[in-house]
């Protein structure tokens, strides 16, 4: 029976416990996620404690990360999802929230002029990340989120 928790604690100590596993084993998400027929940023966001694994997945990367079955079954539980309760404070974390800050009422206009009144499903989601050249030096970070426009439906 799938099982799901009411806070936060759990999440935390098993994310604790697996970025441990990871940094003693030197594995990369990459390399976490291979096997497990999932998407690199589904995995991580899972093994971040955003999302249960499939028990599949689950026994893969606990195979890698030589996890007890307890561990393995706790990678299956739904977690009380978020990981922030006020403006981030890491640097990289923050870009996005200042990203959201800057156009957040730009994509929502854009949002509602091109779709309607609505939301992006962030569970209907996909999330994808590549490192690009810049052809005036450097690197860029191109993301991409795909979620499903779930229309508001007056009742």
Do not use: C
């Not at 249960?52 to 977690?79: F, H, M, N, S, Y």
């Not at 006020?86 to 091109?114: C, N, S, W």
């Not at 569970?123 to 426009?149: C, H, M, Q, W, Y």
């Amino acid at each position: 029976m799938q099982q799901s928790h009411a806070y936060q604690d759990p999440s935390l100590a098993l994310t604790t416990s697996i970025l441990d596993a990871k940094a003693r084993k030197n594995l990369s998400w990459q390399d976490l996620t291979d096997g497990t027929g999932l998407g690199l940023a589904y995995v991580t966001a899972a093994l971040l404690g955003q999302h249960p694994l499939p028990e599949a997945a689950a026994k893969v990367i606990g195979k890698k990360l030589e996890l007890d079955a307890d561990t393995v079954a706790r990678l299956q539980i739904i977690p009380l999802r978020g990981s922030l309760s006020g403006v981030p404070t890491d640097p990289t974390i923050y870009r996005f929230y200042e990203m959201i800050q800057i156009y957040g009422t730009t994509l929502k206009a854009l949002v509602h002029e091109q779709f309607g009144d609505g939301i992006i499903s962030a569970i209907n989601f996909k999330l994808d990340l590549k490192k690009v050249e810049d052809p005036e030096g450097g690197s860029r970070a191109v993301i991409t989120l795909d979620g499903k426009f779930l229309p508001l439906r007056p009742f």
